[in-house]
């Protein structure tokens, strides 16, 4: 379910970038950070690479339109990953678990 909500939000994000309408936009890219805050407070993900791409895009952007960028890319780059399927699978949950909590380091 989670990653037809990014699809649905990165989708809606392009829409209303090309076609000018703002407050699609703003829509799509709260709908990203609110996946993004599920993944931090689920413990599923690391917080590392979508604060990096937040205070990216807060520096590319200059205001705070930057931070729904950022979390526009994460997403982005997580529905890429998982749509190459097979193979492309695979290297995703190892490049995931560069940044993922594992139960393994929670114990340590």
């Not at 940044?99 to 380091?105: I, L, P, V």
């Amino acid at each position: 379910m989670g990653i037809l909500i990014q699809f649905i939000g990165f989708t809606l994000a392009l829409i209303g970038f090309f076609a000018h309408i703002g407050w699609l936009f703003m829509i799509a890219g709260f709908l990203c950070v609110f996946m993004d805050v599920i993944g931090f407070l689920s413990g599923k993900l690391n917080p590392l690479l979508p604060i990096f791409l937040y205070v990216g895009g807060w520096i590319i952007v200059g205001n705070w339109s930057g931070i729904l960028w950022g979390a526009i890319i994460g997403n982005s780059i997580e529905i890429i990953i998982i749509l190459l399927g097979g193979v492309g699978y695979l290297s995703f949950t190892k490049f995931k678990s560069l940044f993922s909590k594992s139960e393994e380091q929670e114990h340590k």
